[in-house]
C-alpha cells in the first residue's frame, strides 16, 4: 500500500507506530497491552483461553491503564470433536510422565476452551465493550458475527498462512489481514487442520498478499526488532505483529522456566509440535516436544482437548520443580529476545526503526 494508505490505516486503528504486540493468550497481560498502547502501538490481550466474563475484566484491566486502543483476539477453530477412545489411549500414553513427576494423570478431558464461532456471550460482550480493534485466529466466524462487530465499529483483523485463506477473509469482511509466516510462534493458524500447510515464510506471504489483496497487511512471524519491523514494511505491510519478542518483558507472564528456555541454546532449536495442545505450533525445544516428536499426529486428541492432558501434566512437572513440559512458544527469532519493560523495548525498536 501506499504511504498515505498505510498512515490512514494506522491512524484508524488509533496509533502512531507500525507495531502491533502479538495477542498471547495466557502470556500477554492486560499491564502488557497498556504498555504497548501508552507508548504508542496497538497493544493485545487473547481472549481465547477465558470466558466473556473473563475476557470483559481483562478489558476493563487495560483501560484503567492507557486510554489507547485495544485489539481482542479471538479463537475461531472448529469445536473439538471428542472420542473417547482416543482420549483414553491419550491418556495412558502421558501416564508413564505423570508418574515420572509423583502425580497421576487425569481420569478424563475435556474441550477447555470455547470457540467465538459458537460463543454468543462472548460476542454480546464485545457488542457492549466496543474494543477499537477483534481479531482472528484459526478461522473467522459466521457473517452475521462479523457483520454485528463492524456494526459496531469495530475494526476487525483474521490472520492468514497463505494467500488462500487471505482471500477467505477478504470475503468475509475482514478490514486488515495479519500474515502469520511460518517462523511465528505458537499456535499455527490454519484454518483447516486436515488440509495441506505451504508452510510459507514470513517475507514470500507478505509479499504475495499485499500483491493480491487490496486490503491492510500485517507482517507476523520472526519480527524481533526494528530491522525487521522496517523489512516488513518495505515488503508493503502496514504494520509488523511481533510476540516473542514479548515475552522476556517484565510484564509478561511467562514463568521463570519459560524466561530461562528464552535465553538460553533452546531459543536456537524452536520446534513445531502438536503433542502439547492438538494444534501445530511453534515451540522452544524441550522435554515436551522431544517427547513428542514421535507421536503420530492421528494418535492425538483434538484441539483444544489434548490441551487439557498437556497442561495437567506441566503443572505436575512444575510442581516438582521441572519447567520442561510447558508451553514454551518462540518464534524463530527467538534469540533475539530481550529482557526488558515493555516501554524500554517500544523505545529501542523505535530507535533501531529510525537508526
Known amino acids: 500500500m501506499s504511504s498515505a494508505s498505510s498512515q490512514a490505516f494506522l491512524e484508524r486503528i488509533g496509533i502512531r507506530l507500525p507495531i502491533i504486540q502479538a495477542p498471547m493468550a495466557g502470556i500477554s497481560p492486560p499491564a502488557m497491552a497498556a504498555a504497548v498502547s501508552n507508548a504508542g502501538g496497538l497493544g493485545s490481550i487473547g481472549v481465547g483461553a477465558t ?157 504475495l498478499i499485499a500483491r493480491h489483496i487490496d486490503l491492510p497487511v500485517i507482517a507476523a512471524g520472526g519480527i524481533m526488532d526494528g530491522a525487521g519491523i522496517n523489512a516488513a514494511l518495505q515488503l508493503g505491510a502496514v504494520a509488523a505483529q511481533l510476540g516473542t519478542a514479548f515475552v522476556g518483558c517484565d510484564e509478561s507472564l511467562a514463568d521463570a522456566g519459560y524466561r530461562a528456555a528464552l535465553f538460553s541454546d533452546a531459543a536456537h532449536h524452536t520446534t513445531m509440535t502438536c503433542a502439547i495442545s492438538g494444534r501445530m505450533a511453534r515451540a522452544l525445544s524441550n522435554d515436551f516436544t522431544r517427547w513428542g516428536a514421535d507421536v503420530s499426529v492421528q494418535d492425538i486428541p483434538d484441539y483444544p482437548i489434548a490441551y487439557d492432558a498437556g497442561k495437567a501434566l506441566h503443572a505436575a512437572a512444575k510442581a516438582a520443580g521441572q519447567f520442561g513440559y510447558g508451553a514454551q512458544w518462540a518464534g524463530q527469532g527467538a534469540p533475539l529476545a530481550r529482557a526488558l519493560p515493555v516501554a524500554e523495548l517500544m523505545k529501542a525498536l523505535v530507535e533501531e526503526m529510525n537508526g
Open 51 to 207: 470466558n466473556a466474563a473473563g475476557a470483559r475484566a481483562m478489558i476493563k484491566a487495560v483501560r484503567e491503564l492507557s486510554s489507547g486502543p485495544l485489539n481482542v483476539n479471538l479463537f475461531c477453530h472448529r469445536p473439538a470433536q471428542a472420542d473417547a477412545a482416543l482420549e483414553a489411549a491419550w491418556i495412558d500414553r502421558l501416564q508413564p510422565l505423570f508418574k515420572q513427576y509423583g502425580a497421576a494423570a487425569t481420569a478424563g478431558l475435556s474441550e477447555i476452551y470455547r470457540s467465538f464461532v459458537e460463543d454468543d456471550d462472548m460476542l454480546a460482550m464485545l457488542l457492549e465493550e466496543k474494543p477499537k480493534v477483534v481479531s482472528f485466529h484459526f478461522g473467522i466466524p459466521a457473517p452475521e458475527r462479523v457483520r454485528a462487530l463492524r456494526e459496531a465499529g469495530i475494526v476487525l483483523l483474521g490472520s492468514a498462512t497463505s494467500l488462500a485463506e487471505a482471500r477467505m477473509l477478504a470475503d468475509g469482511g475482514v478490514d486488515a489481514i495479519v500474515a502469520q509466516g511460518y517462523e511465528a510462534g505458537g499456535h499455527r493458524g490454519t484454518f483447516d487442520v486436515d488440509g495441506h500447510d505451504d508452510r510459507l515464510g514470513t517475507l514470500a506471504l507478505t509479499r
